[in-house]
């Protein structure tokens, strides 16, 4: 069974400082894709980046970054100097395939992140 | 702008009363995906279409039931609605037929209040 384990439930940030959210994950599956979402006080799960279990490269899109390691079975996210915009709530998920019809996706708990003025 | 579509926004029924909530989507995706979220939890997938393949997770209880008239609509349905179903419903498409490029896109979601 698939399983996505989000350790912090909330984190508390001032403006401009750097936080990091973890993510562990576990499956048996050797390819994968790993995926991270935002979900602001809206309610819209907005895609944020996926990553598949071949490629270990870490990733950098403007403020944020993405930390894969395999061989701990993690996928840790990196907001650099937060601002109040990113305040939501942060899910990690891993995908499975459904054959050729789609895919599941297992989220995680989510972490609450608030960044203060 | 391609997007998710779903409508109400909140939807207020009462106990047992049957509600149906709408999802669009402007993607042409082939999968269309109905999520359930409880308040502070992590979404959970209740069913999804290939197309007009009907696909019902497991767990799903019989009480939620979803139609799918063409590509581009797809509806939730729940038949007797308790204070347990209130929540977060979520749709999402994905384009399907390979694994490597299955990305699900979210709609702003349905809130469901049940009294």
């Known amino acids: 069974a698939q399983k996505v384990t989000q350790a912090q439930t909330e984190i508390s940030v001032v403006e401009k400082e750097d936080v990091t959210l973890d993510c562990v994950y576990e499956?048996?599956?050797?390819?994968?894709?790993l995926f991270w979402y935002k979900q602001p006080p809206s309610g819209e799960l907005v895609f944020l980046i996926r990553?598949?279990?071949?490629?270990?490269q870490n990733e950098i899109s403007g403020r944020y970054s993405w930390n894969f390691q395999k061989s701990t079975s993690s996928f840790n996210f990196t907001i650099t100097a937060s601002q109040v915009v990113d305040s939501a709530v942060y899910f990690c998920?891993?995908?499975?395939?459904?054959?050729?019809?789609?895919?599941?996706?297992?989220f995680g708990e989510g972490t609450q992140l608030t960044v203060n003025p | 702008d391609a997007m998710v579509i779903q409508n109400p926004r909140y939807q207020v029924t009462q106990f047992g009363k049957p509600v149906t909530l709408s999802c669009s989507q402007t993607?042409?995706?082939?999968?269309m995906y109905w999520y359930q979220q409880k308040s502070s939890q992590a979404p959970k997938l209740l069913f999804h279409?290939?197309?007009?393949?009907?696909?019902n997770e497991a767990d799903t209880p019989d009480n939620f039931q979803s139609r799918r008239p063409n590509t581009s609509f797809c509806f939730l349905d729940i038949r007797s609605p308790g204070l347990g179903d209130a929540a977060m419903y979520l749709c999402?498409?994905?384009?399907?037929?390979?694994?490597?490029?299955?990305?699900?896109?979210f709609g702003p979601g349905t809130r469901l209040t049940v009294l």
């Open positions: 998920a891993l995908s499975e395939a459904l054959g050729t019809s789609g895919s599941r996706l297992t």
């Open positions: 279409y290939y197309d007009k393949d009907f696909n």
């Open positions: 990553r598949n279990s071949f490629d270990e």
């Open positions: 499956t048996r599956d050797t390819t994968y894709y």
């Open positions: 993607l042409n995706h082939n999968v």
């Open positions: 999402a498409t994905s384009l399907g037929g390979s694994f490597n490029t299955d990305t699900q896109y």
